[in-house]
């Protein structure tokens, strides 16, 4: 299975209201990634975990939380976010983080909407 | 900073001719590595190719790596109209490990005419 999963593929939600993104890999691999994308723009790392700790956080707004609860799942939790927030978050996973010498595996996204 | 520049920023060409897609970074690098992205979805691995390689092969895509001009190139041979996608390349580097990332070029835009 070379899956990475995620879910919902699509969230519109206000402001005020909290919400999660979760992904799910089942190969075994040890660093997950959160990224986000623009239209028309490259993806933008957010946060990275290996061997479900956090490794890298890009100066990302506390309003996003990530949370590895084990080494198959990641979540974003969002709160309070902001219309500009609005965009492809994508979920990848790789083998592991060292040197970066593999490949990532990405989901095919949540398209969110805050408004 | 490393991220990659490809080059061109849009291509446009006939099913079964050949598409070349150029990448340039800046600084030291532990691979390069090139992602396809269609239209709203997840990026989907292509080819990664370390800085001790100088060429690989994939089916139709050739990828070559001259680090002394800091450089990539991805050729797609006998191009189809499912070829059509924004194409990434992506620098990874790190000393020790520590804090390795994946840093994204800006893409190309292949637009591939039936």
């Known amino acids: 299975d070379t899956e990475v999963t995620q879910t919902p593929k699509h969230l519109v939600m206000g402001m005020t209201n909290k919400k999660s993104l979760k992904c799910e890999q089942h190969?075994?691999?040890?660093?997950m990634y959160w990224y986000k994308q623009k239209a028309k723009k490259p993806p933008e790392l957010m946060f990275v975990?290996?061997?479900?700790?956090?490794?890298i956080n890009e100066s990302v707004p506390s309003r996003f939380s990530p949370e590895c609860p084990n080494s198959s799942l990641l979540n974003l939790h969002l709160h309070a976010l902001q219309p500009e927030d609005s965009a492809l978050y994508l979920c990848?996973?790789?083998?592991?983080?060292?040197?970066?010498?593999?490949?990532?595996?990405f989901g095919p996204g949540t398209r969110l909407t805050v408004t | 900073s490393q991220q990659g520049e490809e080059d061109p920023q849009a291509l446009s060409i006939q099913e079964g001719e050949n598409a070349t897609m150029n990448c340039s970074y800046k600084t030291s690098i532990n691979n390069l590595q090139w992602y396809r992205q269609n239209s709203g979805r997840g990026l989907v691995h292509l080819i990664l190719i370390r800085s001790n390689e100088r060429e690989k092969h994939s089916g139709r895509l050739r990828v070559t790596l001259d680090t002394s001009k800091k450089s990539s190139s991805l050729l797609i041979t006998a191009s189809r109209a499912a070829d059509t996608a924004s194409y990434f390349c992506?620098?990874?580097?790190?000393?020790?490990?520590?804090?390795?990332?994946?840093?994204f070029g800006k893409g190309i835009t292949l637009s591939v005419r039936p």
């Open positions: 190969m075994g691999h040890r660093a």
């Open positions: 990848a996973s790789s083998q592991a983080l060292i040197a970066l010498l593999y490949e990532q595996y």
């Open positions: 975990y290996s061997y479900e700790k956090l490794s």
């Open positions: 992506a620098t990874a580097f790190s000393q020790t490990g520590a804090n390795s990332k994946l840093t």
